[in-house]
């Protein structure tokens, strides 16, 4: 789609500064972010007024309009889908909690991740120091796209309707790495208080087809020097690739941005993303990537909760696999269980499922293999390692709970794992020591001493973001913080979650 022309006009007439963004634009735990936009400098001091005592130091004061909606208030998730309080934050503080919510972990249980999704999109009131610096929604949003979340956090931003500088970078980032760039480069031009740096603004309109006021821009970008060297060799081959051709490919930046990625891409020097941070991912499912590429962007995706696990079954049988070895052998074994799985025949089913599932494990993608086919597999009669693949998977999978209400344990380890998705294993005997752990979260185990103070203080939020780190420690041999941990999302009412997360614990091999 081509931006009106009166958009253009708006780029080309916008202030012809690269200013520094805001120094109090909350800091980020997101290092590749575009700088796609800039704010004016504050203007220099007036010497006729008088001379401001310094050396005063004063404590932080959040100022804010009486009345006036918080955008760190927003979110997808109201608390009747959550099950979470509405004063979810309580008297916590705004840093503090973001600080918490930047130090969780990408790599961690499925069922944690879920978690610390929901929590990220809950629609809960703001801490009571929220500003309007937005530094909650901030963090909220930066954690999304660590996680690769990009859906989540495009909703988020959307829902926010703000145009602050720093929330747009991050929204227009999004836009670019999602093929909805010809959005936000809309957004940022309907927008006054935002200022385009020159890389964007030339970006946009070229995207919009207008090449002659692109250039323009980059030759007054040259000679105001707001533009880097290795800046502007991108940006003159991204204009005029013709010129440069037959020579050596430019050397990829140090930090690669979305918006460089797209202009390298765009020039015919596509970058690899197997090595970026998993938000870079999803422009790798867009048609322009070939299949293989589409596929393992998915798969990183759905290891990380990002995709629904439906996307990647249409990728695994989009097509019949071009050759063999690495993925193409997961890819042609998935197809073998899928027919199965359509053809109803168990013997087939059977046949493939350890092949499949072996593969599977070995992508870590047991969870999103297990919400595809974990329901079907419990409803068919199977024997030896398929029954036992197939329970695996049913308790894996989002229906645990009440497929696991049907089935009869073959032997003690079979009955606590059982036991536990019924949230109740008192009595059945621990198979090993992390079930020891486990079992008495769901006894009467008191949390420890600063979750117990966290629940006093109504920082339920701040409670279960300690709660989940504590039981990622435990992952890695803290026992102690997974019997805790657990005890806490029961406390609060996260009992499915808490029974997901044992169950995961259990059932996956997941060390760190």
């Keep these: 789609m081509r ?51 310094t050396g005063v130091v004063q404590e932080n004061v959040s100022v804010s309009v009486i009345g ?32 918490l919510i930047n130090a969780e972990r990408i790599e961690t249980l499925p069922a944690l991740r879920g978690l610390l999704l929901t929590l990220l999109l809950a629609e809960a009131d703001p801490p009571a120091d929220s500003g309007p610096s937005a530094t909650l929604l901030t963090a909220r949003v930066d954690k999304l796209l660590d996680l690769g979340a990009l859906d989540q956090a495009r909703a988020l931003l959307d829902a926010a309707g703000s145009r602050d500088p720093g929330l747009f970078r991050r929204s227009f980032d999004v836009a670019l790495l999602t093929g909805e760039e010809d959005r936000g480069c809309r957004i940022m031009v309907e927008s006054p208080n935002l200022a385009p740096t020159f890389p964007a603004r030339i970006f946009c309109l070229a995207r919009s087809g207008d090449w002659n006021a692109a250039a323009l821009t980059l030759r007054t970008g040259q000679a ?12 003159s081959r991204f204009l005029d690739p013709d010129l440069f051709e037959g020579e050596p490919p430019l050397p990829a930046p140090e930090r690669i941005t979305p918006l460089s990625w797209r202009m390298f891409e765009a020039i015919g020097e596509p970058l690899s993303t197997a090595t970026l941070p998993i938000a870079f991912a999803h422009a790798e499912l867009r048609p322009q990537a070939g299949w293989k590429a589409q596929i393992e962007a998915a798969e990183r995706l759905a290891r990380a ?69 974990g329901n079907r597999l419990s409803a068919i009669p199977l024997e030896g390692e398929a029954a036992s693949i197939a329970l695996t998977l049913a308790l894996l999978s989002p229906d ?23 949230g109740n294993p008192d009595g059945l005997t621990p198979p090993d020591s992390l079930a020891r752990a486990i079992a008495p979260a769901f006894a009467n185990h008191e949390p420890g001493r600063d979750l117990a103070e966290l629940i006093a203080q109504t920082r339920t939020g701040e409670a279960i973001l300690t709660a989940i780190d504590k039981i990622e420690r435990g992952v890695q041999g803290d026992l102690d913080g997974v019997t805790d941990g657990l005890a ?25």
């Excluded at 916008?14 to 936009?37: G, H, K, Y």
């Excluded at 109201?78 to 973001?98: D, H, K």
């Excluded at 999302?489 to 059932?507: C, D, I, N, P, Q």
Aim: glycine content about 6%.
């Design 3 to 53: 931006i009106e022309a009166r958009v253009l006009l708006l780029l080309c007439l916008a202030p012809l500064t690269a200013a520094p963004l805001r120094a109090e634009e909350p800091l980020s735990a997101i290092d590749w972010l575009s700088q796609s936009v800039a704010a004016p400098v504050p203007p220099p001091a007036d010497p006729a007024k008088p001379t401001v005592t």
């Design 68 to 99: 006036a909606p918080s955008a760190d208030a927003v979110g997808l998730l109201s608390p009747q889908v959550t099950g979470l309080p509405a004063a979810l934050w309580g008297p916590g503080r705004s840093a503090g909690i973001a600080q």
């Design 224 to 235: 105001l020097g707001h533009i880097t060297d290795e800046e502007d060799a991108l940006l």
């Design 305 to 373: 909760g990002a995709i629904p696990s439906n996307l990647l079954l249409g990728l695994y049988t989009e097509r019949k696999p071009a050759a063999s070895g690495g993925v193409w052998d997961r890819v042609a074994a998935f197809q073998k269980f899928e027919s199965a799985i359509q053809s109803g025949d168990r013997a087939a089913i059977a046949q493939t499922l350890p092949d499949i599932w072996q593969r599977m494990t070995e992508a870590e993608l047991e969870v999103p293999f297990a919400d595809l086919y």
């Design 400 to 422: 645990f709970d009440r497929l696991a209400a049907a089935r009869t344990p073959a032997d003690d380890r079979e009955a606590f794992l059982l036991g536990l998705a019924r």
């Design 488 to 512: 806490l999302l029961r406390r609060v009412g996260m009992e499915k979650a808490a029974r997901r997360t044992a169950l995961e614990l259990m059932l996956l091999e997941r060390r760190g």
